[in-house]
């Protein structure tokens, strides 16, 4: 990883419906992620925030998408602040803010990449479009609006052609799909590496069979880390808490070997909900999971 870092906060809270996700960014400040990463001995040039405007933009909609003009316009602006960061040369750290900010990271960082690999640490697909979605809520579709499918407002964020290929994803952690995402997953014959899979062959064989499959057929990896991937007993503050997640101890190991692996171009945290979390605890799981992936070491 570059030794020269960009960290920016997107505090957005317009994917979703549960309000609170928009502190996420300040949270973790809060919870020292600048500290630690300049201690660990990177060059931190610190963005600050994202401006997201509060006001909802009263258009007509012909969709069920909520808050789409403002989604589709955050996305653009961050998509632009991660292209300028890697064009300098700097490690671009996203701190949200909903999962909806993916939109945006993914059309910025692509764009610097021919064949971008993307890993999705989280207990959802994300593969959700309108016409799939139960809610309606942006947060569950990044994924797939990076792949191309989805409303053309953000398809076409940084280009209309697609960000990523079904086979430069590995989803990591996955618990709860919905049907129109397993349609998805079986036709394309996407890798998701389930929490069946985790338990069954443990954490460091499919972070290394993720690290695998990327490492050999993509010139960049971007990690989408959802806290809500951990287990709520780890990680409380999260909008969409599913039981039976990954471990506080799997998820080091999974940020210990992407270090060691030296994939990454890209990474984001998001989902980080303080109003819903036990003093700061998810916060602080976050930070020190970024201490991980950025080559903290016990010795």
């Known amino acids: 990883m570059k030794q020269n870092l960009s960290l ?36 931190v040039e610190d963005l600050g925030e994202l401006r997201v405007e509060k006001d909802r933009i009263k258009t007509e909609s012909t969709s069920n998408l909520k808050h789409l003009p403002e989604v589709a316009a955050i996305s653009q602006s961050l998509a632009e602040y991660v292209k300028d960061i890697l ?76 960000k990523i290929n079904p ?48 490492s050999t057929t993509c010139d960049g990896v971007h990690l989408s880390l959802d806290l809500d991937g951990l287990d709520p007993i780890d990680a409380p503050g999260v909008g969409t808490p599913v039981v039976g997640g990954l471990s506080y101890r799997e998820s080091h190991l999974a940020m210990e070997m992407l270090a060691e692996a030296d994939i990454l171009t890209s990474a984001e945290f998001v989902e980080v909900n303080p109003i819903l979390d036990e003093k700061n605890k998810t916060a602080e799981a976050a930070v020190a999971l970024i201490g991980s992936l950025f080559g903290e070491k016990l010795k």
């Open 8 to 43: 920016l906060g997107v505090p957005m809270d317009l994917g979703q419906n549960r309000r609170g996700v928009d502190m996420g960014p300040s949270a973790m400040r809060y919870a020292g992620a600048v500290e630690r990463l300049e201690a660990i001995g990177y060059n």
């Open 87 to 162: 064009s300098r040369s700097h490690f671009p750290l996203i701190l949200g803010g909903d999962h909806s900010i993916s939109i945006g990271t993914l059309a910025g960082a692509s764009s610097q990449f021919k064949n971008m690999g993307v890993i999705w640490y989280d207990a959802h697909g994300d593969l959700n479009t309108a016409e799939t979605s139960p809610s309606g809520n942006i947060h569950g579709m990044p994924l797939a609006v990076g792949l191309g499918h989805g409303h053309p407002k953000l398809t076409s964020i940084g280009g209309d052609e697609p």
């Open 167 to 214: 086979e430069h994803v590995v989803i990591i952690g996955a618990r709860a799909l919905d049907e129109g995402e397993k349609e998805y997953i079986e036709k394309t014959g996407m890798k998701v590496l389930t929490m069946h899979e985790v338990d069954r062959r443990g954490m460091a064989s499919v972070m290394q069979e993720a690290i695998d499959t990327l």
